[in-house]
C-alpha cells in the first residue's frame, strides 16, 4: 500500500498526509498541527485528486484516464483495490 501512495505522491498529489502508518485497512495520518486521525484506505483510493495524480489526466476516448479507472474501484472491495492500484504501479 506504500508503494501505491507513494506514486500518486511522485506523481503531484498533495495528500494531507503526514508520516501515515500503514495498516491494513487503515491509515493513522496526522495534520501538519500533530492532530492524528484515521483515514481508510479507500477513502484515500476514491479520491478525485489521489485518482488524477494515479493514473493521470492524459484523456482518452471515454474522457480523462483517471475518471476511467476510478469508475472501476468504486465497484470493488479494498482488498480488490489494491491488487487493481498494484497492477497500475
Given at each position: ?28 495520518c ?45 465497484l ?14
Amino acid at each position: 500500500m506504500k508503494e501505491i501512495i507513494e506514486k500518486a505522491i511522485k506523481n503531484g498529489w498533495r495528500s494531507s498526509l503526514r508520516n501515515p502508518e500503514y495498516l491494513s485497512i487503515i491509515a493513522v495520518c496526522s495534520w501538519p498541527n500533530g492532530t492524528r486521525y484515521i483515514v481508510t484506505y479507500m477513502e484515500i483510493y476514491l479520491s478525485h485528486e489521489f485518482a488524477k495524480n494515479f493514473f493521470g489526466e492524459e484523456e482518452t476516448r471515454g474522457g480523462p484516464k483517471w475518471k476511467f479507472h476510478l469508475q472501476q474501484l468504486v465497484l470493488m472491495t479494498n482488498d480488490e483495490a489494491i491488487e487493481y492500484l498494484k497492477k497500475h504501479l
